[in-house]
C-alpha cells in the first residue's frame, strides 16, 4: 500500500508555483518578441510608404511641371508678340493657404504652430497640344493629342480653334491654358499634398488630395537677371539660367504688376522640398529632430539669400516637429523649365 500511494503522488505546491512562474516568464519572453517584431514590421511598412509617397510626389510634380509654358505650335504661331499683361506660365505664393474662389490670385497667410505652417503654393500653367488642326470647318473645336495632362492626371479632349472665324475664340484659343496648383491642406484629419486645376484657367476649380501625409511643401524659383521685389532691367541679358533662387513674395513688385509678371517669366527652374510623415506609432525613437527641405548651408544652419538652402527668413525650409512617434523623411529635387516662359 505504501508503493502504491507513493506512485499516485501528485505535484506540491511549491513545484506548482515554480512551474507557473517559468511559464509566464516564457509567455513574457514570448509577447515581448512579438511585439518587437510587430513594431519594427510597422516602421519598415512606412517607411517603404513615405519612400513610395516621395517618388510619386516628385514624378507628378517633375511632370507638371516640364509642361509649364507649353503652347502648341499652331497657337503659339498666331500670338502676334509678348502681351505684358498676360498672366506668366509659372505663379505661386509663399507660406500661404489657398483662395477656394481665386486660386490663383489670392491666398491667405498660414498662422505659426499649425500643421502646415510655412508650406507654399505652386502655379503652373500649359497649354493642350492638338492632334490635328480642322481644316475643314473653322467653328469647331480641335481634337487634343491628349498627352498633357493637369496634377489629377486628367486630359482634355479639346481645344479652342485658332482659325475660328469669331475673333473672340481666336482669342480664347490664344489664351486658354491648363491650370494645375500644388498646396498642402488638410484631408481627413491629415496633412496632404493637394491638386487644385482648371482644364481653362479659370472657374469652376476641383481640388483632390494627391499625398496623404505631406505636412511640409517649400518652392523657390531660379531666376536670372531678377533681383528681389525689383522691376527687371530693360539692359538685362536675354534669360538663359538661374543664378539665384527666389521665393514667391520676392517676385512682386509693388504698384506693377506687369513688372512682376516679367519678373516671373524669368522662371528657369523650379526647386521643390517636402517633409512627408508616416502613421502616429509607426517611429521606434521619440528623440526631437530638425528636417530641412532643401538641406543645410555647409557649417551653417541658413544659406545665404538667393541660395537653394535652408533660410531664417523663409518659414518652413527649417522644420522641427513635436516628437510625436511618427517617421519623417524629406525629398527635394530640382525642375529644369523646358519651354520659354516669355508667352
Known amino acids: 500500500m505504501t508503493s502504491r500511494?507513493?506512485?499516485?503522488?501528485?505535484?506540491?505546491?511549491i513545484e506548482l508555483l515554480v512551474a507557473m512562474v517559468i511559464g509566464l516568464v516564457i509567455v513574457l519572453a514570448a509577447t515581448a518578441a512579438l511585439t518587437v517584431a510587430r513594431r519594427g514590421f510597422t516602421t519598415v511598412d512606412a517607411a517603404s510608404q513615405l519612400r513610395d509617397s516621395g517618388r510619386f510626389a516628385a514624378d507628378l510634380i517633375q511632370r507638371v511641371g516640364a509642361q509649364t509654358g507649353y503652347r502648341d505650335v499652331f497657337i503659339a504661331g498666331g500670338i502676334p508678340s509678348e502681351d505684358p499683361a498676360r498672366e506668366a506660365s509659372i505663379g505661386g505664393f509663399n507660406n500661404a493657404l489657398l483662395s477656394t474662389t481665386s486660386p490663383t490670385t489670392a491666398s491667405t497667410a498660414r498662422t505659426s504652430g499649425v500643421v502646415g505652417y510655412g508650406s507654399d503654393i505652386l502655379?503652373?500653367?500649359?497649354q493642350a497640344s492638338q492632334l490635328y488642326t480642322n481644316s475643314e470647318?473653322?467653328?469647331k473645336a480641335v481634337v487634343a493629342d491628349q498627352t498633357m495632362i493637369d496634377c489629377a492626371g486628367n486630359t482634355i479632349a479639346s481645344v479652342p480653334n485658332p482659325k475660328d472665324t469669331d475673333p473672340a475664340q481666336v482669342a480664347q484659343a490664344y489664351d486658354r491654358r491648363i491650370v494645375s496648383i500644388f498646396h498642402v491642406a488638410i484631408n481627413q484629419g491629415e496633412p496632404a499634398l493637394m491638386c487644385t486645376y482648371s482644364s481653362t484657367g479659370a472657374a469652376p476649380w476641383t481640388?483632390?488630395?494627391?499625398i496623404q501625409g505631406v505636412e511640409n511643401f517649400q518652392v523657390l524659383y531660379g531666376v536670372d537677371g531678377v533681383t528681389a521685389n525689383t522691376a527687371p532691367s530693360a539692359s538685362a541679358t536675354a534669360p538663359?539660367?538661374?543664378?539665384?533662387y527666389l521665393r514667391a513674395d520676392q517676385m512682386p513688385v509693388a504698384g506693377s504688376a506687369n513688372n512682376t509678371k516679367a519678373n516671373w517669366r524669368r522662371v528657369r527652374s523650379i526647386r521643390v522640398g517636402m517633409v512627408l510623415r508616416s502613421a502616429p506609432g509607426?517611429?521606434?525613437?521619440?528623440?526631437?529632430?530638425?528636417?530641412?527641405?532643401f538641406g543645410s548651408a555647409k557649417n551653417s544652419a541658413n544659406g545665404t539669400p538667393g541660395s537653394a538652402f535652408a533660410s531664417s527668413d523663409d518659414p518652413g525650409t527649417s522644420f522641427a516637429p513635436t516628437p510625436d512617434g511618427r517617421l519623417r523623411q524629406t525629398v527635394s529635387f530640382t525642375i529644369h523649365l523646358r519651354n520659354d516662359q516669355g508667352l
Not at 502655379?123 to 500649359?126: D, N, Q
Not at 517611429?283 to 530641412?292: N, R
Open 5 to 13: 500511494t507513493q506512485r499516485m503522488r501528485g505535484l506540491t505546491l
Open 123 to 126: 502655379i503652373l500653367r500649359y
Open 137 to 139: 470647318d473653322s467653328t
Open 207 to 210: 481640388t483632390v488630395p494627391v
Open 240 to 244: 538663359d539660367v538661374p543664378d539665384s
Open 282 to 293: 509607426s517611429s521606434q525613437d521619440m528623440a526631437a529632430q530638425t528636417f530641412s527641405p
